[in-house]
């Protein structure tokens, strides 16, 4: 069980806006920042949101991120078909220490 | 910025194995570092995590007590010692450099270490 609560899977046809939710608690989303990455089997994940609302460069601006309380949704405005991945919110935990992630949410392109 | 991971094999339950992450492009000893998992079929564990000087150290309790993460920031490498291993650690294992002091912001590309009779 992950401790960070994300639905396992998404889906939209291109041009679509797809979000993905992701529900954690006081001690980790409610008390620090929550970051996204995509991962695509066999690579290494890929930071898409960080601090919250923050997209690094070279991430496409179809990629958002927002957070209320102890919840922070990712969004995809317009997907793409070579969005087609798994996504995974995480965050720091205050108690016990460490990140902690979502159990992954799969998102297919139809 | 590059985090290259060595050292998964496959190895006999309650073997040891040490995983090595070179880093290079970046000024290794300025970053907390991070392991973290993936199970086949499974998601992202979060394993262990160690600060810039190696002085503060977390594990998850899944790992606590046998893995231990360590640095030498000399030759710009993270290491993980993994003994008694189980079945259930079967697993890419990847190291990842922390932003600031929380937030992972780069991965490595993972080693696979299968623990099997």
């Known amino acids: 069980q992950s401790v960070l609560t994300q639905p396992p899977s998404a889906s939209g046809t291109p041009g679509q806006r797809v979000t993905i939710s992701c529900s954690g608690s006081?001690?980790?989303?409610?008390?620090?920042?929550v970051t996204w990455y995509q991962h695509l089997p066999g690579t290494a994940p890929k930071l898409l949101i960080q601090?919250?609302?923050y997209r690094p460069s070279g991430v496409p601006d179809r990629f958002s991120g927002s957070k209320s309380g102890t919840s922070a949704s990712l969004a995809i405005s317009g997907v793409q078909p070579e969005d087609e991945a798994d996504y995974y919110c995480?965050?720091?935990?205050?108690?016990?220490?460490?990140?902690?992630f979502g159990g992954g949410t799969r998102l297919t392109v139809l | 910025v590059q985090l290259v991971e060595s050292g998964g094999a496959l190895v006999k339950p309650g073997g040891s194995l040490r995983l090595s992450c070179a880093a290079s492009?970046?000024?290794?000893?300025?970053?907390?570092m991070n392991w973290i998992r993936q199970a086949p079929g499974k998601g992202l564990e979060w394993i262990a995590y160690?600060?810039?000087?190696?002085?503060?150290?977390y594990y998850s309790d899944s790992v606590k007590g046998r893995f231990t993460v360590s640095r030498d920031n000399s030759q710009n490498v993270l290491f993980l010692q993994m003994n008694s291993l189980r079945a259930d650690d079967t697993a890419v294992f990847y190291c990842?450099?922390?932003?600031?002091?929380?937030?992972?912001?780069?991965w490595g590309q993972g080693t696979l270490v299968t623990v099997s009779s």
């Open positions: 990842a450099r922390v932003y600031g002091y929380k937030e992972i912001d780069f």
């Open positions: 492009g970046f000024t290794f000893s300025d970053y907390y």
């Open positions: 160690i600060s810039k000087s190696g002085n503060t150290i």
């Open positions: 006081s001690s980790n989303i409610g008390s620090n920042t």
């Open positions: 601090s919250d609302t």
């Open positions: 995480a965050a720091w935990d205050d108690s016990p220490f460490g990140v902690v």
